[in-house]
């Protein structure tokens, strides 16, 4: 997680002051290269996922991953950007959130200004960074896919991967949080091939005439 030195109020405006970085945007290796390789991707998302567990053990959810907030350094140390958008997940069951999303990355929940948010909001979030990593496809926007669900398997798309991995990151993108990856935790365990992880089929909903 990047170290945030200070912040303070000026202008009307609130200020984070954190440590400088060289290196690059998981956005900015996507535009360069298009996709990255299943084993570097998946790298790169675990260490993702450990800061995460560490933010949502504190009670925070991020609210803005996505291939811009990921960031790559000269070392090759993954460091997750931009916490601006985050909150306490108790104040979420509390009160309306303010909508904040990317198209292609926010889950259905964050579409919703009294949506149900947690550390499941980030799962979803960091699914779609990774499936368009691998892909070089942004999925569809969440709020589309409760209707008509078009989102392929990395497999469909011709990339090579193991079924548990690809089995991970479908479970991760369910419209539905009820039937996703429910913390970073999980995620991180499924995605270290230690044992099979069996895809989660969302049950639709039956639609009245």
Known sequence: I????????ENDTGYIIMEFLEGVTVKELLKEKGRIPVEDARKIV??????????HREGIIHRDIAPDNIFITTKNEVRILDFGAARFATAV?????????????????????????????????LGATFYRMITGVRPEEAIERMVEDRVKPPSAL?????PNIENAIMNSLNVRREYRIQDAQSFYQALECAGEVERIVEKKEKQEN
């Open 2 to 9: 990047v170290d945030i030195y200070d912040c303070f109020m």
């Open 46 to 55: 675990m260490a993702v996922l450990r800061g995460l567990s560490e933010v």
């Open 93 to 125: 069951q509390s009160r309306s959130l303010s909508v904040i999303l990317k198209p292609g990355y926010a889950p259905e929940e964050q579409y919703r200004s009294k949506g149900e948010q947690g550390p499941w909001t980030d799962v979803y979030a």
């Open 158 to 162: 011709g990339v090579c991967l193991d």
